[in-house]
């Protein structure tokens, strides 16, 4: 199958890798140059220089360590930077941790205590700030309940959580497309880039949305629907950015396999969906919309903090006007996405994955409340994309529909 732009001519091999570190050692530094907040400032700091050394070695190692390489980066500006924001949360010190832990964490004691991982704002006895939201579904509470039951340490950390259920769930992927070593390019997309390890490191709630809708896409390229949608309705049971991606995955389904896997597939998510939301919207209804969806629309009082210079945001901060025309531009993308979905449907997973990386990239560039961070979806879709295109191409890609 043909590649795209992001793993081919100038992009390809050795050249490619340092030039994807050296541009990652420019950003790292950037953010690290002109950020308030700590954790951005210890990632950066550290990353900066995990990411120049790696575009020096990528000129000077064997083509056959490219992997290896990109496994050491990894290890230095992610893994490196979240140890040490761990060991300095649990030493007390402020501003070692997104905002968005903490909320997870206490979604968590909140569904222990009563039932709704949203607290009643009303009843706070004093101003509401953007702290107080949890702007996530039920699903997403779960990974603080380590730190809920067993209270502050290093290990009970939300972040923690993310990452091995992240990782678990990307080997699980891997083995449901039998290929043990994805292409290095992939690795880098998925794993190396400053939007994977820059959330792994400070925050990391989108992890495992992202590798449960990786691991539906590798059950899609298998032809096994209801698995498929048991991991792609996990994912919509903690952020509704996983929705889209479902979207395109039941068109491949339908398009390429069956109008059954399709059904079957929407199905299972969907059930998988209300299984876990309904109880939680049956306590508290109005606590949800006002979390989950008013607050990120920004319909209430208090705004989200979301707001990188990306150019939705750059637009709606001139006015009113320019909130007005940066929603028009949002929607009219939004047509013009269903429209090319309509007109050239996909037809496999790595087909998917390509027109979900496109779509959410193009949402999180128009969004006017956004934030970097968000690009983990496109890049980690195009990473997948990469993947699926090799294992289609492999001699076992004629695989049997499994469920």
């Not at 043909?2 to 950003?27: I, K, N, P, Q, T």
């Not at 949890?134 to 779960?142: E, F």
């Amino acid at each position: 199958m043909r590649g795209r732009w992001w793993d081919e001519h100038w992009l390809r091999g050795r050249r490619g890798d340092a030039l994807l570190y050296g541009g990652s050692a420019v950003l790292a530094i950037g953010l690290a140059a002109t950020t308030d907040y700590l954790g951005h400032r210890v990632w950066g700091l550290i990353a900066a220089a995990g990411y120049a050394a790696g575009a020096g070695a990528s000129l000077a190692v064997p083509e056959r360590w490219r992997a290896r390489l990109a496994g050491a980066v990894f290890g230095v500006t992610g893994l490196l930077p979240l140890i040490i924001l761990l060991v300095r949360r649990a030493a007390g010190v402020p501003w070692s941790v997104q905002p968005e832990v903490p909320v997870v964490e206490r979604a968590a004691s909140l569904l222990l205590d009563s039932g709704t991982p949203y607290a009643d704002l009303s009843a706070l006895g004093r101003p509401v700030s953007f702290e107080d939201y949890t702007p996530y579904l039920p699903g997403m509470s779960l990974f603080g309940l380590p730190r809920a039951l067993l209270g502050g340490g290093f290990l009970t950390d939300a972040r923690v959580a993310f990452v091995l259920t992240a990782v678990a769930l990307l080997l699980l992927g891997l083995a449901v497309l039998h290929q043990p070593s994805p292409p290095v390019r992939a690795i880098q997309l998925v794993a190396v880039l400053p939007a994977t390890t820059l959330t792994l490191a400070t925050g990391g709630d989108d992890l495992p949305v992202v590798a449960l809708l990786l691991l539906a896409l590798a059950c899609c390229h298998a032809k096994r629907p209801r698995t498929a949608g048991l991991a792609g309705g996990m994912a919509l049971t903690m952020k509704l950015t996983a929705a889209p991606v479902l979207v395109v995955i039941a068109l491949a389904l339908l398009v390429g396999v069956s109008r059954r896997a399709a059904w079957v597939f929407g199905a299972v998510a969907l059930g998988v969906t209300a299984a876990v939301v309904l109880p939680v919207a049956l306590v508290a209804p109005d606590q949800l919309v006002e979390h989950v969806l008013r607050y990120p629309a920004g319909l209430t009082e208090v705004k989200s903090p979301a707001a990188s210079p990306l150019p939705g945001h750059l637009i709606a901060q001139l006015g009113p006007a320019g909130r007005a025309t940066a929603l028009a531009l949002l929607a009219t993308a939004a047509l013009a996405i269903m429209g090319w979905l309509v007109s050239r449907p996909p037809r496999d997973a790595a087909q998917a994955a390509d027109r979900a990386a496109v779509a959410l990239l193009v949402a999180t560039l128009l969004m006017p409340a956004t934030r970097f961070g968000y690009l983990v979806y496109p890049l980690t879709l195009a990473g997948a994309a990469i993947a699926l295109r090799a294992a289609h191409s492999s001699p076992r890609a004629a695989l049997p529909a499994a469920d």
